[in-house]
Structures are given as C-alpha cells and as structure tokens.
C-alpha cells in the first residue's frame, strides 16, 4: 500500500534528484533513465554478489545505483554497493578474510533453549569495524543527491516486513545515528534461531517503543518496492516526463534444487528445510518482481550462482568456500552474465533465457 507518508518520501527523493541535476551535483541523464540493484540474502553466499559488483566495475559498465535494497547478508554489501567502485575494496575484505570466529560465537546447549544458536556479537563489530563516520557521512551527502539505501528487516512481534532508508538515517545527524544503522544491519542478517533477535528503539505516534527484529529474509529474499507505487507518476510531476528504468538482482544463492543427504536431527531437518523453503520463495521473489518491473515498462536482469560452482561450505561462514564463490563471482560479474526471466519453479531454473 502507497500511504501519504510513502508518496511524501519519494517526492522529496525526486526534488532532490531534480536540484542535484540542475546544480550539477547528478548528470543530466538522471532525469532520463535510472538504475536500481537489489542484493538478495543468503549467508556465506554473500561472497558472490561481492565478487559480481567487484566484477562488474572491471567490465566498466556498472552504473551508480538511484537506489540500493539490501536483505540479510545483502545488506551487509549493500552500503559497499550504494557507495560505488571505491569502496570495491572493503566489500572484497568483508567477504574474504573473515571466517566464522569472525562473525559469530557458538554457545553450544545454551543457545538450544535461549535467544539463538550463535551469539551475533562478533558481528557487531565487525559492522562496527567498517561503518565509521567517514561513511555514514559518504552515505549522507548520496541522499542530499536523491539516491537511497533502503535495509529490510522483519518486525517479528507485528509479521511485518520493515524497510529502512538507512542513507536518511545517516543524513539525520543524530547523535546515535551510528548505532542505529548498526542496529538495522544486524537485524537484516538476524536468522531467526540462528542468531538472536535484535531491539530496535522506534516512536510510533509519538509514543517511545521497543521492536523485536530478526532476519529481513523471513518475509523476502529480494524486495525492491510496492507493487503499485507508480513512479511515473512522481517523475512525470517533477521531471516532465517519465524514465527509462533498470532493475538489477543478484541472488546470493543457487537456484536449481541440489540433492544432499539430510542429518536426521531436529537442527539438521530444521535446517534443510528452511533452505528448501528459502530456495521456492527466492524464485516467487523474481517473479514478482519481473511481474512488476514489465507493468512499469522497466526492465528486469538477474544473476545467481552458477550451476558450475559445485563447492559446498564446510561451516556456517567458511572463509575458504567464501574466497572461491567470490572468484566466481567476479568472473561472472566480467562476463556480465545477466538472465532476464525467472524460472517458475527451482526445477526449470537450469533453463536458459
């Protein structure tokens, strides 16, 4: 649903666009055409989306992104995204060096009856360790600009998804802004019974509350917008006429079905069930969002794991599998190996286009 308050965002999001074009702050081309990327969840898998973008900037032809949508370990790239090719550099770093003891703590018996499986703190900071002021402050001056970085997590408490533009958060100048970005990333990557729940502070009608949010990917691997937002609309108000649009999506997954022997434990059934599922709801995403992307006479590409990458992790986050899916990545990102129709089912993904 298009609310007064989501009609009120994107027409200062235009304005700001519009006066970044006429003080040469944008190009002109802004007022013609804009690119979109959306960055999928799925854990370890991350590495690819980080090796594609690091790909696509050496093919030469990577645009700058109006606005950037990122769920779970993709909102972890995302910032590194929305920021552009200079920061190819730090997004290779977070996907590469770090391992599991880099990113969570097992707390064995404990975290079978209490909040989660792992303790998120080393993830904290490792959030920490890259999200400094220079760039939330790169960030901000993005959104005086027009351009967006929107964060999905889910409102456990409500069923609700929840989308937060973090580049407004940057540019508010909160005090605790910093932490509340934090907070937002590492709600997105919160998988539930995984790792812990994380309490976001909020004012709802003036009223001060805390929400209980976990992994963004629990309602949607890939979001981008509503379906009946109706940009054109908002461009043909403010720009004169409407734009030619690109919706980019790199899934951080496979998409064809992959047979593994399952562990016959209530973690090991819990487990590849939930990858199943992730893996159905992926494909009904692409759908979706192909579906909404044709009635806007936009255009849709997509890119996911290659079926020739046939490695399997060892552990939650291993750092040698990360490394290889990011070499692939990057190849893929090169070639500009880009599909544009989405399979009904995981079992018609080997298809081509």
């Known amino acids: ?13 235009y304005e700001q666009a519009y006066q970044a074009v006429l003080s040469g702050r944008r190009p002109a081309s802004a007022l013609r055409h ?51 090719p200079r920061y190819d550099g730090q997004l290779q770093e ?39 002021d220079e760039m939330i402050e790169a960030i901000a001056t993005e959104y005086q600009r027009g ?5 999905q997590t889910t409102n456990i408490d409500a069923q609700r998804p929840v989308v937060w533009d ?27 019974a995984v790792f812990p729940p994380v309490r976001i502070d909020v004012q709802v009608d003036g009223a001060r509350r805390e ?13 981008f917008a509503p379906p009946d937002i109706g940009l054109s609309r908002f461009e043909r108000r403010r720009f004169g006429g409407t734009r030619s649009r690109t919706l980019y999506l790199i899934r951080n997954g ?26 159905y ?24 794991i290659p079926d020739r990458f046939t490695l399997s992790a060892k552990s939650e986050f291993d750092r040698d599998y990360m490394q290889q899916l990011f070499a692939v990545g990057q190849e893929e990102g090169r070639r500009g190996s880009w599909r544009t129709k989405p399979p009904l089912t995981p079992i018609q993904a080997g298809s081509t286009d």
């Open 1 to 13: 649903m298009v609310t007064p308050e989501i009609r009120s965002v994107i027409e200062r999001q």
């Open 34 to 84: 804009a690119d979109f990327l959306a960055i999928s969840g799925g854990g370890a898998d991350g590495a690819f989306a980080a090796g594609y973008l690091t790909g696509w900037t050496e093919r030469g032809d990577r645009p700058q992104f109006e606005v950037v949508t990122g769920v779970s370990t993709g909102a972890l790239a995302a910032p590194f995204a929305f920021l552009g």
């Open 94 to 132: 977070v996907f590469t060096l770090y391992g599991d003891s880099d990113i969570y703590n097992s707390l064995g018996l404990a975290g079978v009856i209490g909040r989660g499986l792992y303790d998120s703190a080393p993830l904290r900071r490792l959030i920490s360790r890259y999200l400094i």
């Open 147 to 151: 351009r967006r970085l929107l964060i």
């Open 166 to 192: 973090l580049s407004a958060v940057a540019a508010s100048q909160w005090p605790e802004r910093r932490e509340r970005m934090i907070d937002i990333l590492l709600a997105s990557a919160a998988i539930p």
């Open 211 to 223: 929400e209980l949010h976990v992994d963004g990917g629990t309602v949607a691997q890939i979001f």
């Open 254 to 279: 496979r998409l064809l079905p992959q047979y593994a022997t399952t562990e016959e434990t209530v973690i090991g059934i819990a487990r590849r069930a939930i990858e199943t599922l992730v893996k």
């Open 281 to 304: 709801q992926t494909v009904s995403d692409l759908v979706r969002l192909q579906l909404q992307t044709t009635a806007a006479r936009a255009r849709l590409f997509y890119a996911a």
